[in-house]
C-alpha cells in the first residue's frame, strides 16, 4: 500500500514569510496528526484530526498555524508569518482511527523547514 | 508529568554487541508504551510496541523490558547490525495522544 505522501520535501524562507505544507494519508485512514520535530528532539503533536474534524490543536500556535483537512482526506498545515524558532521538520501520520492498540500511526518523510 | 525521559542521546556500539536504550515516565495513566526507529530524511516507524499488563516483548532481535512499578522501561538490541544505526524514539500513550522521548542515535561499527 502506499504510504503518507508529504510535499514539498524542503522549504526556505525567510521570516515573516508564510509556508503551507500538504499531507495526503494512507487511504482509508480516517486519523491524521501533524508533528513539529525539532533538531535533536522527538516529534511533538500539533493537531490531531478525526475525518475531517479537530480532535486535539492544544498544541498549535493558533496565532501563526492553521490547518485543514477537507474533505477528510488530505491536509494542509500552513504557518503565517514564520518565526525562526518554526524551523523544524513537520511530520504528517495517519492510522485507521484513534491511536488505540493496533492502530499503528504511520509517518510521511516530513517537510524540513528553514526559516532565516 | 506528560514528559518521557529517554536515554542516552547516544550511543556507539560495535557490531554484535547489545544496544540498550532506557525511557522513564511519571504519569501512570499512559497505557501503550512504542519505540520509533527514524532513519535520516524518513519519518518514525514503529518497530516494537508494549502494554503495561506485560513485562517483556520480544520480536526478532529487539526486545522491551517494562518495569511498571519503576515507571521504566527500555529498548534492548541484540546483536546489533550496522543497518540498526538510525535514532530510536521511546513513546508513550495517553488519551490517544503519543508522548516522545528525545530519541537516542545509534550508531554502530563493523
Not at chain 1, 508569518?81 to 516530513?110: H, I, M, N, R, T
Not at chain 2, 508504551?33 to 524518513?42: A, R
Amino acid at each position: 500500500e502506499a504510504g503518507v505522501a508529504q510535499s514539498p520535501r524542503y522549504k526556505i524562507i525567510e521570516k515573516r514569510q508564510s509556508v503551507a505544507f500538504w499531507c495526503n494519508p494512507i487511504s482509508g485512514h480516517a486519523t491524521l496528526y501533524w508533528y513539529q520535530q525539532i533538531l535533536g528532539q522527538g516529534p511533538k503533536l500539533l493537531i490531531q484530526f478525526q475525518n475531517n474534524g479537530v480532535v486535539d490543536d492544544s498544541q498549535l500556535p493558533k496565532d501563526r498555524f492553521s490547518a485543514e483537512r477537507l474533505k477528510g482526506v488530505d491536509s494542509t498545515l500552513k504557518i503565517q508569518p514564520a518565526k525562526l524558532e518554526d524551523s523544524a521538520v513537520y511530520l504528517c501520520a495517519s492510522s485507521l482511527g484513534l491511536a488505540g492498540v493496533g492502530y499503528e500511526q504511520y509517518f510521511g518523510p516530513g517537510t524540513r523547514l528553514t526559516v532565516t | 508529568q506528560q514528559q518521557v525521559k529517554q536515554s542516552p542521546q547516544s550511543l556507539i556500539v560495535q557490531k554484535g554487541g547489545i544496544s540498550i536504550i532506557n525511557c522513564a515516565y511519571e504519569n501512570t495513566a499512559f497505557d501503550y508504551f512504542p519505540w520509533y526507529q527514524q532513519f535520516p530524511g524518513k519519518g518514525p516507524a514503529l518497530l516494537i510496541a508494549i502494554r503495561p499488563d506485560v513485562s517483556e516483548k520480544k520480536e526478532g532481535r529487539f526486545t522491551i523490558s517494562f518495569n511498571k512499578s519503576a515507571k521504566q522501561f527500555s529498548l534492548h538490541i541484540m546483536d546489533s547490525q550496522p543497518g540498526d544505526s538510525a535514532t530510536y524514539f521511546c513513546a508513550a500513550r495517553n488519551t490517544d495522544k503519543l508522548i516522545f522521548g528525545t530519541g537516542t542515535r545509534l550508531q554502530v561499527f563493523p
